[in-house]
C-alpha cells in the first residue's frame, strides 16, 4: 500500500554525552520515510529544501523507494535547520538553534500521483500545513496518523484542534499529551485527547516505551534496554515510520495488527539512537529487523500461566 | 514453602494530591508480609513496634498467616514513623519527618523457629541488621532478596556491599541502581550491580514498570496505567511482597517463573496504589488477582507472526 509522509527535511546540529555533530542530515520526513522503507516501497515524500541539500542523501533515499516528487528545492534559500543540546540523561534537551528558513513560508503542494494514499503520516509541522496535506488528497486514506508538538499547543492550539477532528491516530509523547489534555494521568489524558477526534492515540515515553489507547484497550510497548544511546534524534519520527510502514506493509486495521505496528515502531526508533543523525536507518536489513523484533518478544514475553 | 520477611511495621503520615492521613499504618514489613500472604501462609516476621502500634492491625496480619513470634514489642516506646508528601507528579516526594524511636537500636532476634526459611526477603533497613538476620541462620535459603535506599549508599556503602554479596536478587529502583553503580544506562547499571553479587537484580521503575536482569536476559514487566494513583507509599515493598510470596508458593527458580513473579509483584503494588496506606492490600481475593493479572497479559501480549 502506499504511504505520503509530509514534515521536514532538514539539517541539524546535535551535541550528546557521545559527541558532536553539525549540519547533520535530519527532518521529520527524513526519518519517517527511511524507516518506513523497511515495510513499503511506495513512499510518496512531501517537503521543502534550500540548495544546501547533499544530493548524495536525496539518491539514498530514492534508492529505498521514497519517491521525491513533492519535495519543493528552493534555489538560492537554505533548509531548514535545528541545533539541540542533550542532557547526561538524554531524555532532556535544550533548543540552541531553530532557523525556519526555507520552512517559513512552506505550502505543501501535492503532486497529482500523490493525492490518492493508502495511509498518510503527517510528521510535526504546523497544524494549517497540515491541514491544508489533508484538504489536497481526492480519497480519504485508510489511516491518517499525525505528529505534533508543545509549540503548537502554545500558539496554534485551535488549528491543532481542527485537525485533530481530521486524523485517525495521534502520536506524541507523555508531556504533549498532558499539556494537550490539561490532565497528568496518562489514562486521564487519553480519555480526554480521544474526545477530541482521534479514534487511536500513542503516546510515546522515550525511554519508557510507548501506549496505545483505543477505545476500553490499552497496548504497552517497552523501550529496549540499551546500554548506549549515542543520538536520541529522530527516534520519536522512527517509531512513526516504522509505525505507517509496517501499517502500509500489512493493510490490517485491527488492534491486533496495530499492537505489532507499534512494537516494529519501537524496533526502529531502537536502531536510530544507536549511532548520530539517519547513519543507522541507511544500513540495516531485514535479518536485522527481525532479530530485533525477537529481542523484544523476549523482553516481554511471559506465560502466566492462569 | 515457608517465607521469612524483616523491616519495619511503623506509622505514616501521607500527604498526596489525593488526601491526607496521619499515623497510618506502613512499614516495609507490613507491606511485604500482607502482599506475600496472599501467596503463602507461612510468614514469618522480623520486626519491632512500640506499645502504641494497633492491636488490630497484628489480628489482621495474623489471620492472613502472617506469624507474629520474631516481632518485638517495645513497652513504654514507640514505633517507627515516617511524614512525607508527594508532588503533584506522585513519582517524586519529599520526606517532612523521619522518627527513628524503637528502630534506633533494633536487633533483629530470630526465633528458633524462624531459622530454617526456604525464602529470604529483607526489607530496607541497615545493612549491618539485614547481615545479622541471615547470620542467624541455620541453612542457606533458596532465595535471599534484599531492599535497599541511596540513604545507605551514602553513609554505610561498606556494610552493603558486604550484604550484597551475601544474597541471590537485590531489588532496587532505578535512581538507586544509577547511585549504587556510578552509571546513567540501566543496562550498564546491572552489569556493574551483579559483578558486586547478586545473581538477579530487579530495578523498579515505579509507574514505568520494573526490569530483571540475570546473566545476557533482560524481563521487563509494565506497570499498569492507572488513572488514579491515591497513594504510592509502599508500592515498592508490596512488589516484593508479592513477588517472593509467589515465588515461596511456586517454589520454581527458573527464570521463566521469576519472570511470573515479577508480574505478580507487579499486580500487587497496582492494588496497593489504589487506596491509602494498606487498606487495598487487606480486602483482595484470588478472583481480584487474577483478573488483574489477565490485565497485565493483555496490556503487552502482542503475537509478533515472525
Redesign the interface.
Known amino acids: 500500500m502506499s504511504l505520503l509522509t509530509v514534515g521536514t527535511v532538514a539539517f541539524d546540529d546535535i551535541e550528546t554525552p557521545f559527541g558532536k555533530v553539525e549540519m547533520a542530515i535530519g527532518g521529520a520526513a527524513t526519518y519517517i520515510s527511511l524507516a518506513a522503507s523497511y515495510f513499503t516501497q511506495n513512499i510518496n515524500l512531501v517537503s521543502v529544501i534550500g540548495d544546501d541539500f547533499p544530493q548524495e542523501t536525496l539518491d539514498q533515499m530514492s534508492s529505498k523507494g521514497v519517491n521525491l516528487d513533492g519535495l519543493q528545492v528552493r534555489e538560492g534559500e537554505k533548509s531548514f535547520f535545528w541545533a539541540g543540546k542533550y542532557h547526561?540523561?538524554?531524555n532532556d534537551r535544550d533548543t540552541l538553534d531553530t532557523q525556519l528558513n526555507v520552512l517559513a513560508d512552506f505550502d505543501p503542494v501535492l503532486p497529482a500521483s500523490y493525492k490518492n494514499p493508502d495511509y498518510l503520516m503527517l510528521g510535526n509541522l504546523t497544524p494549517d500545513v497540515q491541514i491544508r496535506v489533508i484538504e489536497q488528497l481526492e480519497n480519504r486514506p485508510k489511516l491518517i496518523a499525525l505528529d505534533t508538538m508543545n509549540f503548537w499547543m502554545d500558539i496554534a492550539l485551535d488549528s491543532l484542534k481542527k485537525v485533530l477532528t481530521m486524523i485517525d491516530a495521534l502520536i506524541i509523547n507523555d508531556e504533549e499529551a498532558r499539556q494537550l489534555s490539561g490532565e497528568?494521568?496518562?489514562?486521564?489524558a487519553a480519555?480526554k485527547i480521544v474526545e477530541m477526534g482521534p479514534k487511536f492515540l500513542v503516546i510515546k515515553?522515550g525511554e519508557?516505551?510507548a501506549?496505545l489507547f483505543h477505545g476500553e484497550?490499552?497496548?504497552?510497548?517497552?523501550a529496549l534496554?540499551?546500554?548506549?544511546?549515542y543520538d536520541p534524534t529522530g527516534a520519536g519520527d522512527t517509531f512513526a515510520g516504522g509505525f505507517m510502514g509496517y501499517m502500509a506493509q500489512t493493510d490490517d486495521l485491527s488492534f491486533?495488527n496495530m499492537?505489532?505496528a507499534i512494537?516494529y515502531g519501537s524496533a526502529m526508533a531502537s536502531f536510530c539512537v544507536e549511532k548520530f543523525s539517519i547513519q543507522r536507518l541507511l544500513e540495516l536489513n531485514d535479518v536485522d529487523i527481525?532479530n530485533r523484533?525477537?529481542r523484544?518478544?523476549?523482553?516481554?514475553n511471559?506465560?502466566?500461566?492462569?
Open positions: 547526561d540523561n538524554l497528568h494521568s496518562l489514562v486521564k480519555a515515553k519508557h516505551g501506549l484497550q490499552i497496548f504497552f510497548a517497552p534496554p540499551l546500554a548506549e544511546v491486533e499492537k505489532r512494537i527481525t523484533i525477537k523484544f518478544v523476549n523482553l516481554v511471559f506465560d502466566a500461566k492462569l
